[in-house]
C-alpha cells in the first residue's frame, strides 16, 4: 500500500502563503487519485482539493482561488499551494489516496470516506 508523509506546513501571518509536500512511496501519477483535506478542532475532516487520476482538479469553495493542488510525477510528490491564507484556514492538514479514479459525481462531493491511504498530517496556523 502507499505510503504518504506530509510537509510543509507551519504559521503565517493572514495573507501569507505556505506549500505543502505530500511524498509517495510509489509513483501515483495516472494510478491514483490524490488529496487535500483538513480539519480544524471540533470540525469534520473536509475535502478542500483534489485532483483525480485523470488530472481533474476539484476545489472547496472556501479555497478555490487561493490554494492550488499539483504534481511533480519525478518526485511522486504531491503539492497544495496555499495563497492570500486566512486565520480561518487553521487546521491539521492530510494527504490521501486512492487507488484508481474517482467518478465525476463522487469527486464534487471530496467525501474522506472515499481515500484509502491517509499520511499523519500538518498543522498550519494562520494569525491575524
Known amino acids: 500500500q502507499v505510503q504518504l508523509v506530509e510537509s510543509g506546513g507551519g504559521s503565517v501571518q493572514a495573507g501569507g502563503s505556505l506549500r505543502l509536500s505530500c511524498g509517495a512511496s510509489?509513483?501515483?501519477?495516472?494510478?491514483?487519485?490524490m488529496g487535500w483535506f483538513r480539519q480544524a478542532p471540533g470540525k469534520e475532516r473536509e475535502g478542500i482539493a483534489i485532483?483525480?487520476?485523470?488530472?481533474?482538479?476539484n476545489y472547496a469553495d472556501s479555497v478555490s482561488g487561493r490554494f492550488t493542488i499539483s504534481q511533480d510525477n519525478a518526485k511522486n510528490t504531491l503539492y497544495l499551494q496555499m495563497n492570500s491564507l486566512k486565520p480561518e484556514d487553521t487546521a491539521m492538514y492530510y494527504c490521501?489516496?486512492?487507488?484508481?479514479?474517482?467518478?465525476?459525481?463522487?469527486?464534487?462531493?471530496?467525501?474522506?470516506?472515499?481515500?484509502?491511504?491517509w499520511g499523519q498530517g500538518t498543522q498550519v496556523t494562520v494569525s491575524s
Open positions: 490521501a489516496a486512492r487507488r484508481g479514479a474517482l467518478s465525476w459525481w463522487a469527486l464534487r462531493y471530496r467525501r474522506p470516506a472515499d481515500f484509502d491511504y
Open positions: 510509489e509513483n501515483v501519477y495516472r494510478r491514483y487519485c
Open positions: 485532483i483525480n487520476s485523470d488530472g481533474y482538479t
